[in-house]
């Protein structure tokens, strides 16, 4: 009986790397950052003027190319993925699915989206109570495949909810909005902690809906004239997934950073003043910073310049090599908005240029009497 759970053991195993390497082999061929954009329908809400013109368009011949008509000319924009304007919340979904498996696995993966005040961004990332969008169908897409390895393995998932507005940190799970700062973790691995954020543990995708209400309604908007309900702040939803193997003991551990970021806006078009104009300022100034990473990446320059600001500080574990990327492009398809597409455009094709290089996981293991005698580490 004894040898026959040892066999049993060692094959468990080789299937369990293998099913873990094939799906790491497939995300790693679309590539560890990918780049996507959305074209946002046109809405009643949204044409100011009567007979504005319409110069986005997507090709139904080619998933991945766009074209934008600026002062008579076309540019061509070729992306990992284009999504025409009547894509659905679960088509969007469908392209960001794997990256959640592999946060499940054991690795860092963060998926934000980008682009103009008014684009859609929030849309794409919350959705409505009727619609959901990438926020509440990633986590019931993780606790899906929790629930269908409890057999093999156990998950303590907890979440924390912050948004950094103006450059200072807040946590959105506290009752008063508490001011927050990004610390180097004293037990000497180097890794970065915020002392004083609220972290919560979730049981169940019900759960979580509640933390995630709660974040949405303690979250900084304003109006402007490009969107009545501006978000002034990113807005970053952290999920760490502790895993323990039940057969050997191996952990892991996983995090999936969910980024609704603030919109760049020129400040003369949104009508920015006083606050808002200060609010603008440092919205874009961060973006910039983000910006001034992906290209350090793209360059692997040995200095990354993650602590220019709060935001990129706070992503590094996420954004830098052997991690895991997805960032949704929002833009407007509407002539009015063409300087704003085109610089999302132009900032999404130089991340597309990116390479993070192979993700990796670190799994620990600890030895019982009936466990075989594997390696400490694996990568």
């Known amino acids: 009986m004894s040898e026959a759970n040892k066999d049993l053991m060692e094959k468990y195993m080789k299937e369990v790397a293998l099913r ?8 790693e061929l679309k590539g560890n950052i990918r ?14 003027e009567e007979g504005q013109a319409v110069v986005v ?29 009547q894509a659905t919340q679960e088509e969007v979904f469908q392209e960001i699915g794997p990256l959640v498996t592999s946060c ?7 998926i934000f989206a980008y682009g103009q005040t008014g684009s859609g961004k929030t849309y794409t990332m919350e959705g409505s109570v009727e619609n959901p969008g990438i926020n509440q169908r990633a986590l019931k897409h993780l606790f899906n495949e929790i629930e269908e390895r409890k057999d093999m393995w156990s998950y303590t998932v907890n979440v924390s909810s912050v948004e950094i507005y103006n450059e200072l940190l807040r946590d959105l799970l506290s009752k008063d909005g508490e001011k927050l700062d990004i610390k180097i973790n004293p037990d000497g691995t180097g890794q970065l902690h915020v002392p004083g954020l609220r972290v919560t543990e979730v049981k169940g995708f019900q759960h979580i809906k509640k933390v995630l209400a709660k974040a949405r309604r303690n979250r900084i908007t304003f109006g402007t004239k490009m969107n009545q309900h501006s978000s002034r702040s990113h807005a970053l939803l952290c999920i760490t997934v502790h895993g323990t193997d039940l057969a050997n003991g191996s952990k892991t551990t996983g995090k999936l950073n969910l980024v609704d970021l603030a919109g760049s806006e020129r400040v003369w078009k949104s009508g920015a003043e006083g606050e808002r104009l ?31 600001s709060r935001l990129t500080y706070l992503l590094q ?17 509407l002539e009015s ?12 094709q130089k991340v597309c240029r990116v390479e993070l290089g192979p993700a990796h996981v670190t799994i620990s293991f600890r030895m019982t009497r009936d466990a075989m005698p594997y390696k400490t580490s694996q990568r």
């Open 104 to 110: 499940i696995d054991g690795y860092h993966v963060c």
């Open 278 to 308: 200060k609010e603008a300022q440092n919205i874009n100034r961060s973006l910039l910073a983000l910006g001034d990473v992906i290209q350090a990446l793209r360059g692997n320059q040995t200095h990354i310049p993650f602590r220019n």
């Open 35 to 48: 780049v996507l954009c959305r074209v946002k329908p046109v809405l009643k809400e949204d044409q100011q």
């Open 317 to 333: 574990d996420s954004l830098g090599k052997g991690n895991k990327t997805a960032m949704v492009v929002q833009v407007s398809a």
């Open 337 to 348: 908005n063409v300087g704003e597409t085109l610089c999302s455009l132009k900032f999404a």
């Open 20 to 27: 873990r390497k094939y799906h790491e082999q497939l995300v």
């Open 57 to 85: 368009t997507t090709d139904p011949n080619n998933e991945s190319a766009l074209s934008v008509i600026n002062k008579g000319k076309a540019r061509a924009f070729e992306l990992d993925k284009v999504f025409h304007p």
